[in-house]
């Protein structure tokens, strides 16, 4: 552990022989080399036999391990869709997307960058949607710099963007590896890159531009154009010796080195096509007479003709002293149909949503050589996004349409690695690793006004009295449109999440034994609130004794199905700790045969709650 990954030349030499140099030693996190095959002939000390290795992948030969890595100059050389050094495990070997519910695509396909794992656009990491080996996608964890920077919540996130001008490389390590990892059984293991003895520097600009794209089949289809997205992302870096002028510090650049990277993440995604059935302007005026235009509706729910047992609704006209205020004002928030029905599967709203989520990341790494013998660096990162969600927080449903006002998150994560190695003799180094990251996901709605009952006139208030003013959230079964939100955002909805994290490591060389000892401790700290429904839920669907036939006669006249309601959202803090040891020996018993012996020892606590809050129901 007291060599950092990189590239490395050994250089050998005796009296009475000539001097021997071997050049591209490779090392990467991790690895071990045994150079056996160094060979010194007789002749002269001024005499110099040069071996240079071959720089590219090297498949261990010492281990069991599965493993890929990917270099700086592969990041740089092979094409990507974004900006993550994550897309690349989808061409490692046995690596496989996973799928996105019913749709024929992969849940990730690179294309959107964020620090939240899930977002309107997409999903914006890559755990959680690969399998590698045919594991379980959730398998899969990622370490920056020696610190955890995966979402505890969901383990669906990468809150520190591996950015592919800003890693030196990337190792995947997909099973069989020894004990010294405390993650697994998969890991993503990115390193930040570092400054050297020379100062280099670099600016870019890339862009991605919906001009090269085709349009989706289901807006042709609709006669609609194509989604106007956008990708700009113009960054750069620069890194090398820290010299500060009129003194010697540093003089000989050998002591104190930096490395610092910026990049702004402008994006106009494309969020896919919303499909749904809504009531047009007569039907909001209790005309269900058109049986024409119902007939063409893709659901018996809505084609129906309404009618009362009591022969109050005459040809489908309801009477103006039956439809209910609460009913006109949610039916009034619902879009109206903008597409023929009968040329769209039954759907008579198609919609394709642009929004813009916008982000900034800065990374900076700084190493000092304190002495030979010791060495340490420190690794900070920090990203700022504002995150829009104009259907719902988190995730949206078949049949939902735009919410009235956009639930906006100014998401923030901000992550520091410190690693100190010290050489106490030729056969002892130790390594001392610690790590915290933050990630703060703090959602509230952009303008309240726009689904207050006080503001709408929404003449109901909630079965509890617990202050909320959000209307109910409808939902019109079977393909008729759903307008919802999570509970919650009162007035922010904030779920903040800390990882801590500390990892002693020793190692000794004696004799044919490497032998590698530590000990790993992380805590995790989740504060969120839970989202049910506090502004409650109408639940529309014909199919009661006292409906009238068609959902949404029934809505416009407050006859439900259902209502649920939760009393609180309480906010719940909660966490646990991780308390590992592990030994390990690699044994070359002969220049041919290698004997591995690990044993790794976790105990792993229960989530705890630390808010002994109340609870809601």
């Not at 590896?177 to 050297?196: D, L, R, W």
């Not at 007939?295 to 129906?304: Q, T, Y």
Request: net charge neutral.
């Amino acid at each position: 552990p007291a060599v950092p990954s990189g590239s490395y030349t050994i250089r050998i030499s005796s009296p009475g022989f000539t001097s021997m140099e071997r050049t591209g030693i490779v090392l990467r996190p991790g690895d071990k080399r045994h150079l056996a095959d160094l060979v010194m002939q007789v002749g002269s000390t001024t005499e110099t036999v040069t071996v240079t290795a071959a720089p590219a992948n090297i498949t261990p030969i010492d281990s069991g391990e599965q493993s890929s890595t990917v270099t700086a100059e592969q990041l740089q050389n092979l094409a990507v869709v974004g900006r993550s050094a994550a897309e690349f495990i989808k061409i490692l070997p046995g690596m496989a997307p996973t799928g996105n519910g019913l749709q024929n695509s992969p849940g990730y396909n690179g294309e959107n960058i964020g620090i939240n794992g899930n977002g309107d656009g997409g999903r914006q990491s890559a755990l959680g949607y690969f399998s590698a080996n045919g594991q379980r996608g959730n398998a899969m964890d990622i370490v920056t710099d020696g610190a955890n920077t995966a979402d505890p919540g969901c383990n669906c996130a990468t809150p520190v963007n591996p950015n592919v001008d800003m890693v030196q490389e990337f190792k995947v390590l997909t099973g069989t590896f020894s004990a010294e990892h405390a993650k697994g059984p998969v890991v993503m293991n990115a390193i930040t890159k570092s400054g050297g003895r020379d100062f280099h520097g670099t600016g870019y600009y890339y862009l991605r531009d919906y001009r090269l794209n085709s349009n989706d089949w289901a807006l042709n289809r609709a006669g609609q154009k194509r989604p106007e997205n956008n990708y700009q992302f113009p960054g750069g870096n620069i890194g090398g010796p820290v010299l500060i002028p009129g003194t010697n510090f540093n003089k000989s650049r050998d002591k104190l080195f930096f490395f610092t990277g910026f990049e702004y993440y402008k994006q106009r995604l494309d969020t896919g096509v919303l499909q749904s059935i809504v009531p047009n302007e007569a039907m909001r005026n209790g005309d269900f007479s058109d049986t024409a235009y119902l007939s063409k509706l893709g659901s018996a729910d809505f084609r129906a003709v309404p009618n009362l047992a009591n022969g109050s609704i005459v040809g489908g006209r309801i009477p103006v002293s039956q439809i209910e205020s609460r009913g006109r004002i949610l039916q009034s928030l619902l879009p109206l149909p903008n597409v023929d029905p009968a040329a769209n599967s039954g759907n008579n709203y198609v919609q394709s949503l642009l929004l813009d989520q916008n982000m900034t990341q800065w990374v900076t790494k700084v190493d000092y050589n304190i002495s030979d013998y010791t060495k340490m660096f420190v690794r900070w990162n920090r990203q700022d996004e504002l995150q829009n969600f104009p259907v719902q927080l988190w995730g949206r449903a078949g049949g939902q349409v735009p919410y009235p006002t956009l639930t906006k998150g100014d998401n923030v994560s901000e992550s520091i690695s410190v690693s100190l190695k010290h050489v106490f003799s030729p056969t002892m180094t130790h390594e001392f690793v610690f790590g915290r990251t933050l990630i703060d996901f703090p959602n509230s709605l952009q303008d309240p006004s726009k689904v207050s009952r006080k503001a709408l006139g929404y003449p109901v208030e909630g079965i509890y009295d617990n202050g909320v003013d959000v209307i109910p959230n409808q939902r019109n079964e079977l393909n008729g449109a759903r307008l919802e939100n999570r509970g919650g955002l009162i007035p922010v909805y904030a779920a903040t999440k800390w990882l801590t994290s500390a990892g002693n490591n020793m190692s000794w060389f004696k004799g044919q034994h490497s032998m590698k000892f530590g000990g790993y401790w992380q805590t995790i700290t989740q504060s969120q609130p839970d989202s049910g429904y506090s502004q409650g839920l109408y639940t529309f669907r014909p199919n009661h004794a006292s409906t009238t036939g068609n959902s949404y006669a029934d809505s416009l006249m407050g006859i439900y199905r259902s209502y649920q309601e939760n009393n609180i959202n309480p906010n719940v803090v909660q966490g646990y700790d991780v308390f590992e040891f592990y030994a390990q020996d690699s044994w070359k018993v002969t220049p041919r045969l290698t004997l591995e012996f690990g044993l790794r020892m976790s105990h792993l606590e229960p989530w705890e709650d630390h808010s002994d809050n109340p609870i809601g129901f």
